[in-house]
């Protein structure tokens, strides 16, 4: 009796301690490099790509066709992605997926016309779906639970600090060295990180202890229970399209060269809010950090339209920064946080499936609002979707209440 009650105390202390003491661990902070080393590669190339498009050949719509071919393919593949980490092992899908980047980034220089880029970047887009899914997967499992909020936001800004960087990075090696050297950087990145990820230490799949076994094959790929926050990063991430996408081609059309001061002026306001956004989120202001996300991402865009200075683009980049700093890695600890454990891939998978979604849909329903109008036109329009995840999200929570 006594034997056991030592191990019950034991026990309790080590729950106490995961649940409640650390977010920075050795897997922690492996899986923060990791995924830093990963969209480093994918940032340098993505503000790159519509120019490199134009230059093959390519036009406005098929800037929107090809970008939206990544995205969408991601998606595609993150519901599968999910049930595989949820079903086998966690590390190897991650390793696997990370490996099959690498290999996909030596294609690029083989890419002569927007088919052949077309096609690169739907394996590109597969194969990072499904690594990025596997790493915030076991993120999620090596975070405590009270601190979820707060840790998804220093996790987020791995890839916050890479869009600070890596664009004017990418367009520094295209202008003096040519896309050769741009494509040989990613893949560079790629393999470190393949590197990287063997040293992360293996996380157990979770068993399913609650009884209840999923039916029916759309059950074991999407997670219910992250719906709700889900669908309100899906018209976010419509927004955040117009954004990623033609951002560049904007700029050239204003006359502005330097465009990489707007993604480094957004980076920066994401990397001060993401802890921040997440630390309040914690202490019960989770409705609170989306209005004043949803309210910021509005005033960006509605900035970004009026620019047509320099110092226009930097403003848009600071409020846009604020806006999806503090509402991105607020959603998707709610899309987590209600679910079992062992459907934890599940619910990543589905989130980042509508979050793909949103970025493909807009991406080319955005090439055709700016062929038909003009680039500062279509950022107006984006207001529309802003005001739709706001709708979504007010309509969730007087569902819950």
């Not at 470190?192 to 230490?201: G, N, Y």
């Not at 094959?217 to 018209?235: C, D, G, Q, R, Y």
């Not at 976010?236 to 502005?256: D, K, M, P, Q, T």
């Not at 306001?269 to 409705?287: E, V």
Request: with cysteine; glycine share 10%; net charge positive.
């Amino acid at each position: 009796m006594v034997a056991n009650g030592m191990q019950n105390i034991a026990a309790g202390k080590d729950l106490y301690s995961n649940q409640s003491l650390l977010i920075w661990t050795r897997n922690f902070t492996l899986l923060c490099l990791v995924n830093f080393l990963m969209f480093m590669s994918t940032q340098m190339l993505f503000p790159n790509v519509p120019l490199f498009l134009i230059d093959i050949g390519g036009n406005a719509q098929d800037v929107g066709y090809v970008m939206g071919a990544y995205t969408i393919s991601a998606m595609l593949i993150r519901p599968a992605a999910g049930w595989l980490v949820d079903k086998y092992s966690r590390n190897k899908i991650m390793i696997g997926g990370i490996l099959l980047m690498f290999l996909t980034c030596l294609l690029y220089n083989l890419a002569e016309n927007v088919a052949i880029m077309t096609l690169i970047r739907i394996v590109h887009g597969m194969v990072f779906g499904l690594a990025s899914t596997a790493i915030a997967t076991i993120v999620v499992d090596s975070l405590p639970v009270t601190r979820l909020n707060e840790g998804m936001g220093y996790f987020g800004l791995t890839s916050t600090l890479s869009m600070a960087v890596a664009p004017m990075i990418g367009f520094w090696l295209v202008g003096h060295f040519g896309y050769p050297m741009l494509f040989a950087a990613i893949a560079l990145l790629t393999g470190l990180a393949f590197l990287s990820s063997w040293l992360v230490r293996t996380v157990a799949v979770p068993v399913n202890t609650s009884g209840v076994a999923s039916l029916g094959f759309w059950s074991n790929l999407l997670e219910k229970t992250a719906l709700p926050a889900a669908w309100v990063m899906f018209f976010l991430a419509v927004v955040y399209g117009a954004l990623l996408c033609y951002i560049s081609l904007y700029a050239v059309e204003r006359g502005i060269s330097n465009v990489g001061l707007f993604f480094t002026a957004t980076a920066l306001t994401m990397l001060l809010t993401r802890p921040i956004a997440g630390r309040w989120a914690d202490k019960g202001g989770t409705n609170q950090v989306l209005l004043v996300g949803l309210l910021t991402i509005a005033a960006g865009m509605l900035t970004t339209g009026f620019s047509h200075t320099i110092i226009g683009f930097i403003l848009a980049g600071l409020l846009n920064g604020v806006g999806f700093g503090a509402c991105m890695p607020v959603l998707q600890a709610r899309a987590v946080m209600k679910t079992p454990v062992h459907r934890r891939g599940a619910a990543t998978g589905t989130f980042f499936a509508l979050f793909d979604l949103g970025i493909g849909l807009g991406t080319i329903m955005w090439g055709y609002v700016a062929a038909a109008s003009s680039y500062q036109t279509m950022y107006y329009f984006t207001l529309i979707p802003v005001a739709l995840a706001g709708i979504v999200y007010y309509r969730y929570n007087i569902a819950r209440s």
